[in-house]
């Protein structure tokens, strides 16, 4: 089965620093990956899809077949990005999402 | 406009009651799905409609649970003899789904439901 692996629940780093958030998953097709965010009292949205291949919000993710993962980074991170990350994969053919567990993003000033 | 609306916001029940769950999405989409999200975990795939029909219900966790989209607009997710495990979120979602292409799905902002 389909599956999407966020290794870190909490993640804590100091304004202007790197962030890096971990997702790896397990498929053996050609998936399409995203990342969702939710703030604090916000419904949750689309951060970036891999097939778009932009940065949003200085964020960016590469899809990396070889190690089957989809980290997201920003250089230096800001207080509003603290937030909850939500990795998610969707497969060939299907339409729905597969989550991730999700990992808490805080920004110390 | 008006993104994906959900009612309630919030829902307490008793253990054995029955509960529905309303879903209203941005106008002109076609699909619409229900996760499930307990505490602490991510959003669970529950259930999909395109249009009235329901392609995929394969994440129903039991046959207490039931899902319908009768013309295509509103939805409501139906639980039945609820259960303390049922607790959870539940969101909702559209997309704007064209042919041969997926599209961005947008969240409502989720029932949240208590069983005592």
């Known amino acids: 089965a389909q599956r999407v692996t966020q290794p870190e629940k909490l993640l804590s780093v100091f304004k202007g620093a790197p962030v890096e958030l971990k997702c790896n998953y397990s498929?053996?097709?050609?998936?399409?990956l995203f990342w969702y965010v939710q703030y604090s009292r916000q419904r949750l949205q689309l951060l970036l899809r891999?097939?778009s291949r932009e940065s949003i919000k200085g964020f960016t993710a590469d899809l990396n077949k070889g190690e089957t993962s989809f980290h997201l980074k920003k250089p230096f991170a800001q207080e509003e990005d603290s937030a909850m990350y939500y990795c998610?994969?969707?497969?060939?053919?299907?339409?729905?999402?597969?989550f991730g567990q999700g990992t808490r993003l805080t920004i110390n000033p | 406009g008006a993104g994906v609306s959900q009612s309630p916001r919030y829902k307490v029940a008793k253990r054995g009651q029955d509960v529905a769950l309303r879903c209203d999405p941005i106008?002109?989409?076609?699909?619409l799905f229900w996760y499930q999200q307990a505490l602490g975990q991510g959003p669970e795939f529950l259930t999909y409609?395109?249009?009235?029909?329901?392609?995929?219900k394969s994440g129903l966790p039991s046959d207490r649970f039931f899902a319908e989209r009768p013309e295509g607009s509103v939805s409501t997710l139906k639980i039945q003899r609820t259960q303390q495990e049922d607790s959870a979120v539940y969101l909702c979602?559209?997309?704007?789904?064209?042919?041969?292409?997926?599209?961005?799905?947008?969240f409502g902002p989720g029932t949240r439901l208590t069983v005592l």
């Open positions: 979602a559209s997309s704007y789904r064209v042919r041969g292409r997926t599209d961005t799905q947008y």
């Open positions: 498929y053996s097709g050609s998936p399409e």
């Open positions: 891999h097939i």
């Open positions: 998610a994969l969707r497969i060939q053919g299907a339409q729905k999402l597969v």
């Open positions: 106008s002109g989409h076609v699909s």
């Open positions: 409609f395109q249009n009235e029909a329901q392609l995929d």
